[in-house]
């Protein structure tokens, strides 16, 4: 079992819609978790943080359920701009600082 | 600077020859991090330092590869004897290590092409 998954999409949604992105990982002692974006051709981005209360930022909210090991990322209203890749990623407890990316989930927002 | 910086951007290289890849982490960032990444494909670790050590190398795909880290702020990674399957890009992160929030920052990346 891939340490953390993500279907890969690409997910083709209209403009307005809301769209929402799981990541499963395996590893249940990780102890911070992050969904970064990526555009074509461009570097990874922090999008935002994961909490295990939940959290919110404009359109997106994320969610984290460590009992059945999965993060969530909700995208509303979705703009043709959030059209991306968007990269789970979560960091292990104890003394290793070596964060593990999901392989991410490709995101279309069409007129 | 403000973020981190790569150089170069492109590199185009003939099989055999070697590369020399460099990383200027943001400053402060105690941590630094190597990626490749393949065309359509998720990232790839190679290396990770902690100042200057480098505590795991395991991401490192062969002995061709190999990395190092200076005054705990510029990195390079050198491919010797490049081959026509280490054409991707090359991503660089730092991070402060702050407990609960390892956040990385990437640079643009170095493409290489290995003609």
């Known amino acids: 079992r891939k340490e953390v998954e993500q279907d890969p999409g690409p997910f083709n949604v209209p403009e307005g819609a809301t769209v929402a992105f799981n990541c499963t990982y395996s590893?249940?002692?990780?102890?911070?978790f992050f969904w970064y974006r990526q555009d074509c051709r461009k570097e990874p981005k922090l999008l935002m943080s994961?909490?295990?209360s939940g959290n919110e930022d404009g359109r997106f909210t994320a969610q984290l359920n460590r009992a059945s090991q999965y993060i969530s990322l909700l995208i509303r209203d979705s703009k043709l701009s959030d059209s991306a890749t968007y990269l789970c990623?979560?960091?292990?407890?104890?003394?290793?600082?070596?964060?593990?990316f999901g392989r991410g989930t490709s995101l279309i927002v069409h007129p | 600077g403000a973020g981190v910086s790569q150089s170069p951007s492109n590199k185009v290289t003939e099989k055999g020859k070697d590369v020399e890849l460099r990383c200027d982490p943001i400053s402060g960032h105690t941590a630094l991090y190597w990626y490749r990444q393949r065309l359509g494909q998720g990232l790839e670790f190679l290396i990770y330092f902690q100042g200057n050590s480098a505590p795991d190398k395991s991401g490192l795909p062969s002995d061709r590869f190999s990395a190092e880290r200076t005054g705990e702020s510029v990195s390079t990674l050198t491919i010797q004897r490049t081959q026509q399957e280490d054409s991707a890009v090359y991503l660089c992160?730092?991070?402060?290590?702050?407990?609960?929030?390892?956040?990385?920052?990437f640079g643009a990346g170095t493409r290489l092409s290995v003609l």
């Open positions: 994961v909490y295990s």
């Open positions: 990623v979560v960091s292990p407890s104890g003394g290793s600082y070596i964060p593990t």
């Open positions: 992160a730092s991070s402060s290590l702050q407990v609960g929030k390892n956040i990385q920052y």
């Open positions: 590893n249940s002692a990780s102890q911070s």
